[in-house]
T-cell receptor, first 115, second 114 residues
């Protein structure tokens, strides 16, 4: 079946602009995660959704970052007033939420470049 | 707090040679441990995971890893590397509560030479 998809694959924007990054999880996966991967680093957790609600947003760096998942499927990560330091690859992952621990399936990411 | 250390930023091996990638973790409880591989333009792919039980775990593509509690390590191994194994490898520890999110190391880039 289809995996996690993310659009766009690349996004170039100017400092101060607003951007939206989209994630389509695997069908039926109730858990959805956003991670950010800066150059030369491993992915860092941003936010976790269980269904429609953001159950844990402790990884969001500041209030310029916001994410939604209104129907419990597609999620959008929104970044306001972008800064050059926001440049990174933004990864989305989804999983089921059954049992002790569930594998997270990752999308290919969106590479964001802020000029 | 959870953390993962991958001390080798870049490793080069010859095709057919054996491979060991190091990973050390810090976690206050019995950890859930993972190895992921990331190829250019591809998403992270799970190679293997350790939750409990046998400390030697087998994964896909001929990889294995050994959990050593006394050394807080979870090193990844492969007896014979193929050119297609060239990629970035990430070790991760899973948070056991709440979001169950992953904490990743900084990665090890593997280059395979003919």
């Amino acid at each position: 079946g289809a995996g996690v998809s993310q659009t766009p694959s690349n996004k170039v924007t100017e400092k101060g602009k607003y951007v939206e990054l989209r994630c389509d999880p695997i069908s039926g996966h109730t858990a959805l995660y956003w991670y950010r991967q800066s150059l030369g680093q491993g992915p860092e957790f941003l936010i976790y959704f269980q269904g429609t609600g953001a159950a844990d947003d402790s990884g969001l760096p500041n209030d310029r970052f916001f994410a939604v998942r209104p129907e419990g499927s597609v999620s959008t990560l929104k970044i306001q007033r972008t800064e050059r330091g926001d440049s990174a690859v933004y990864l989305c992952a989804s999983s089921t939420r059954q049992g002790t621990y569930n594998e997270q399936f990752f999308g290919p990411g969106t590479r964001l470049t802020v000029l | 707090a959870q953390s993962v250390t991958q001390p080798d930023i870049h490793i080069t091996v010859s095709e057919g040679a054996s491979l060991e990638l190091r990973c050390n973790y810090s976690y206050g409880a019995t950890p859930y441990l993972f190895w992921y591989v990331q190829s250019p333009g591809q998403g992270l792919q799970l190679l293997l995971k350790y939750f409990s039980g046998d400390t030697l775990v087998q994964g896909i593509k001929g990889f294995e890893a050994e959990f050593k509690r006394s050394q807080s390590s979870f090193n990844l191994r492969k007896p014979s590397v193929h050119w297609s194994d060239a990629a970035e490898y990430f070790c991760a520890v899973g948070r056991l509560t709440g979001a169950n999110n992953l904490f990743f190391g900084t990665g090890t880039r593997l280059t395979v030479i003919p």
